[in-house]
């Protein structure tokens, strides 16, 4: 069965930086578009940024020009380096990928990781 393993959350101070990574492993011929999100509490999830198979990357408006996406297709691991963090940054963050788990799979479908905390204080 697929997983994906979010890590590199914590806590950190506004300003500051991190870097979350995501590793797919399991039955996987190819992934396809993968995405960070986030859920801050009581909020609806909110897309933080995306990046296709062939890097094709998409933010929200409200990382633009301080996260950046990129991933590892060899080691099928996604990542979010996160700068000059803010409060309202404060969330779990998902990341998802779109999965064909062998070359006779018609259709992708998208698994989420389990998630990882991210908080900024002031």
């Known amino acids: 069965q697929v997983q994906l393993v979010e890590s590199g959350g914590g806590l950190v101070q506004a300003g500051g930086s991190l870097r979350l990574s995501c590793a797919a492993s399991?039955?996987?011929?190819?992934?396809?578009?993968m995405r960070w999100y986030r859920q801050a509490p009581a909020k609806q999830p909110e897309l933080v940024a995306a990046?296709?198979?062939?890097?094709?990357?998409t933010y929200g408006e409200a990382v633009k020009g301080r996260f950046t996406i990129s991933r590892d297709n060899a080691k099928n691991t996604l990542y979010l380096q996160m700068n000059s963090l803010k409060p309202e940054d404060t969330a779990i963050y998902y990341c998802?990928?779109?999965?064909?788990?062998?070359?006779?799979?018609?259709?992708?479908?998208?698994?989420w990781g389990q998630g990882t905390q991210v908080t900024v204080s002031s």
């Open positions: 998802t990928a779109d999965i064909r788990e062998s070359p006779s799979s018609t259709y992708a479908y998208t698994k």
């Open positions: 990046i296709t198979q062939d890097s094709t990357i």
């Open positions: 399991g039955p996987i011929f190819t992934i396809n578009t």
